[in-house]
């Protein structure tokens, strides 16, 4: 289609560095090819953050990895911008030098 897309990903990674390499070669893959990326790329972006966790504790399993990931993503498609994210990675967005509030971060004492 003639949308314009941009994709941006910072892994952060703990325990070593196995799960963020993971994370930062398959997620991009699974929210390209998630069937709801033209309709609804939040839905894209969430189902995508599970399947690749799914996928590494998969491979974790048989090589017998102990390593983790905090992570944090960017979808802009046209003008709207989706963000999504695990652990306590955080994004933030400067808007004519004022920061705005974009997620609430994972931490351990939230609910």
């Known amino acids: 289609d003639d949308v314009d897309r ?4 910072v892994f952060d990674g703990h325990g070593g560095v196995d799960a963020a390499n993971y994370s930062a070669t398959h997620l991009h ?11 609804n790329p ?19 399993k048989r090589e017998k990895l102990r390593s983790g990931t905090t992570g944090v ?7 709207k911008l989706h963000i999504a994210w695990l ?7 400067v808007q004519q030098g004022k920061a705005v509030t974009l997620m609430e971060p994972h ?3 939230r609910e």
């Not at 939040?42 to 974790?60: P, V, Y």
């Not at 993503?73 to 003008?79: D, M, P, R």
């Not at 652990?87 to 967005?93: E, I, K, N, P, Y």
């Open 29 to 39: 893959v699974n929210v390209g090819l998630h069937e709801e990326i033209v309709k």
């Open 87 to 93: 652990g306590d990675s955080q994004v933030m967005l």
């Open 73 to 79: 993503s960017a979808l802009i498609v046209g003008n």
């Open 42 to 60: 939040a839905e894209a972006l969430k189902c995508s953050f599970q399947k690749t966790d799914e996928m590494f504790l998969l491979k974790a």
């Open 107 to 109: 931490k351990p004492e």
């Open 6 to 9: 941009a994709y941006f990903a």
